[in-house]
C-alpha cells in the first residue's frame, strides 16, 4: 500500500506526536508548541501516520535584508518504515509545499548530514557551544554599562538591527518570545546600556542543574560593538561565587573569536562541536534577487550549478552592482564558465560561508583563483550564523 503526503489535520498531528515520541525515544514538544504556527504534514499509509514534520516559514537575513524562508524541524519516520526512502520523499513534499508558500531558501538542523547533502543542503559553518569557567570572566569590567532585568520591544528591535549584520539569522516572528519562555521557563534577559544611551547588548541566559552542579547556560548574546560585548562577558563572571560554568549553546554565540580573545587563558575554554545547520537554495534567481549586496562591487560572473543527481549543468550570469544583483539564466555570449559549483556549494557561498579562495577550492568548487576570488568578494562581508535551533 502506497503512502499518501497530506496536510495534517489535528488528529493526525496527534498522532504524529505519538509516532515522534516512539522514534526519538522521548517527547518532543515542539511538535505541540510549534504546530499552530508551522505547516504541518504527514505520510499516512492505510490511514495510519508513519512520518512527518513541520515547516516555518520564517524569513533569513541575508546580505542585510530578509529572505523568505523555510524552516524545517521535528521530522522522523516511524522505525519500522525506515530503509526506503520515505524520509526523501518526504521532505521533499515538506520543501515542495512550503515553495508554493514563497520560500526561496529552505534550513534545517540534523544529524544526518550526508543524508541531506545527497538533497542539495550544505552546511554554511561549523557549529560549536562553548564551556567556560566562571572565574575566567572575572577580568572584565561591567560597570560601563547601565544592566537592566526584562525584556521589551526596545529590545527586540535591537536584535532585529543586529541580526542583519550576519547571514542565516531568523527575522524572529511575534510567536518567538513564547516558544523560548515555554522551552526555557527559567531563562532571564538583561539590557546593557552607556550611561544616557540606547541599550547596545542583550543577553538571555538561565541557571540549569548539571550532574555536578549548577551552570549558568547562555542562550542569546547580542552585542553591537566591543564594549557591550565586554559587559556581557563580565556580566556572566560575577556569578562565579555561585555558579563555577558559563556554558554558552551551540547558537548561543556568534562565530569568531569574541570568547577567546577576551580569557585570561584561552586554555579554560573548552569547545563542543555539534551538527550544523545546513540551507539548500530552492529558487536559485530569486535568491539572488532577494538578499542584499555590497554597494562598492561592480562584477559579471558566469557560473555553473550541477545537481548532483544529474550529470548535466544550468548556466547563469550573476551580474553584481549598485547594492543588488542578478542571476539570469543561460549562456552570455558563448562565454565559458567562470566557475563550477554544485547546488550545496551555491548554498555555502550564498551565506558567505566560503572565507577564501583557498576553503572554497578545498570544498570542491572549480573555479580559476582571480574569478573564485571575486565570487566569494560578493558574500563575504557577513559571516553565518543561526541564532536559534528549532
Excluded at 497530506?6 to 509516532?19: H, I
Excluded at 533569513?60 to 521535528?74: E, I, K, M, N, T
Excluded at 515553495?99 to 540534523?110: D, F, I, K, M, N
Excluded at 552570455?332 to 566560503?354: C, E, K, M, N, P
Aim: proline content about 7%.
Amino acid at each position: 500500500m502506497d503512502v499518501e503526503f497530506t496536510e495534517a489535520d489535528d488528529g493526525q498531528w496527534g498522532q504524529y506526536g505519538e509516532l515522534a515520541c516512539r522514534a526519538y525515544g522521548q517527547p518532543v514538544p515542539d511538535i505541540e508548541r510549534l504546530g499552530p504556527y508551522a505547516d504541518r504534514r504527514v505520510a499516512v499509509r492505510g490511514g495510519r501516520v508513519v512520518a512527518g514534520g513541520l515547516g516555518l516559514l520564517v524569513p533569513q537575513h541575508f546580505g542585510g535584508r530578509p529572505v523568505p524562508a523555510a524552516s524545517l524541524g521535528c521530522g522522523c519516520v516511524a522505525p519500522e518504515e525506515r530503509g526506503g526512502r520515505l524520509a526523501a520523499r518526504l521532505v521533499e513534499e515538506r520543501v515542495r509545499a512550503l515553495r508554493e508558500q514563497g520560500a526561496v531558501l529552505a534550513t534545517l538542523w540534523t544529524a544526518s548530514t550526508g543524508y541531506v547533502r545527497r538533497l542539495g543542503w550544505e552546511a554554511p559553518a561549523q557549529v560549536f557551544s562553548w564551556t567556560v569557567p566562571t572565574t575566567a570572566l572575572k577580568q572584565g569590567d561591567a560597570d560601563t554599562m547601565e544592566i537592566t532585568h526584562g525584556d521589551s520591544a526596545q529590545l527586540a528591535r535591537l536584535r532585529e538591527r543586529l541580526a542583519g549584520r550576519w547571514n542565516g539569522t531568523w527575522q524572529r516572528p511575534t510567536w518567538w518570545g513564547a516558544w523560548q519562555r515555554e522551552q526555557h521557563p527559567r531563562m532571564e534577559t538583561y539590557a546593557f546600556a552607556a550611561p544616557g544611551r540606547e541599550p547596545s547588548g542583550v543577553l538571555a541566559v538561565a541557571v540549569e542543574r548539571t550532574p555536578v552542579g549548577r551552570q549558568l547556560a547562555v542562550h542569546d548574546f547580542w552585542a553591537a560593538d566591543a564594549p557591550a560585548a565586554d559587559a556581557m562577558l563580565a556580566f556572566l563572571g560575577r556569578h562565579h561565587a555561585r555558579i563555577p560554568t558559563v556554558a554558552f549553546e551551540r547558537t548561543g554565540l556568534p562565530p569568531g573569536w569574541l570568547l577567546q580573545h577576551r580569557l585570561a587563558n584561552a586554555g579554560t575554554a573548552a569547545a563542543t562541536s555539534w551538527h550544523p545547520w545546513m540551507l539548500r537554495v530552492l529558487n536559485p534567481v530569486r535568491a539572488v534577487a532577494l538578499r542584499g549586496w555590497p554597494e562598492h562591487l561592480n562584477e559579471e560572473i558566469v557560473l555553473d550549478l550541477t545537481d548532483p543527481d544529474r550529470a548535466d549543468s544550468a548556466r547563469y550570469t550573476l551580474t553584481v552592482g549598485g547594492g543588488r544583483a542578478e542571476l539570469a539564466p543561460g549562456p552570455h555570449g558563448g562565454r565559458a564558465a567562470d566557475i563550477t559549483l554544485t547546488s550545496g556549494q551555491f548554498a555555502v557561498w550564498y551565506a558567505g560561508g566560503y572565507r577564501s579562495p583557498a576553503a572554497a577550492a578545498l570544498a570542491g568548487v572549480h573555479g580559476h583563483s582571480p574569478a573564485l576570488a571575486r565570487l566569494l568578494a560578493t558574500t563575504a562581508e557577513r559571516e553565518p550564523w543561526l541564532a536559534d535551533y528549532f
